[in-house]
Nanobody, 120 residues
């Protein structure tokens, strides 16, 4: 079994910052790309950013300025730093990871989501 557990969401005022964390645990041999998606109320889920095991990061163009993705491979953890938060950043943020277990095929896992609410 593999679990992705997000943390760090909450209620924050516009202009503030948050750091989201997502830790993977369980039957893990290797983790490839890890990423963050978000889904605002009434909207589809969008990729925010993703990062390879080698540290190469890819962002949705509109996210490049205020969002920073990073990872700690030793801790099987990916982070998302969000600065200068805006009300339109309000969404549920989901962690995603491609994980190779010790036995079996690589699979795309999702966390349960963490709510970020930005007040104006």
């Amino acid at each position: 079994q593999v679990q992705l557990v997000e943390s760090g969401g909450g209620l924050v005022q516009a202009g503030g910052s948050l750091r989201l964390s997502c830790a993977a645990s369980g039957n893990i041999f290797k983790i490839n790309t890890m990423g963050w998606y978000r889904q605002a109320p009434g909207k589809q889920s969008d990729l925010v950013a993703e990062i390879t095991s080698g540290g190469y990061a890819n962002y949705l163009d509109s996210m490049k300025v205020r969002f920073t993705i990073s990872r700690d491979n030793a801790k099987n953890t990916v982070y998302l730093q969000i600065n200068s938060l805006k009300p339109e950043d309000t969404a549920v943020y989901y962690c995603n990871a491609f994980i190779q277990p010790f036995t079996g095929n690589m699979y795309n896992y999702w966390g349960q989501g963490t709510q970020v609410t930005v007040s104006s």
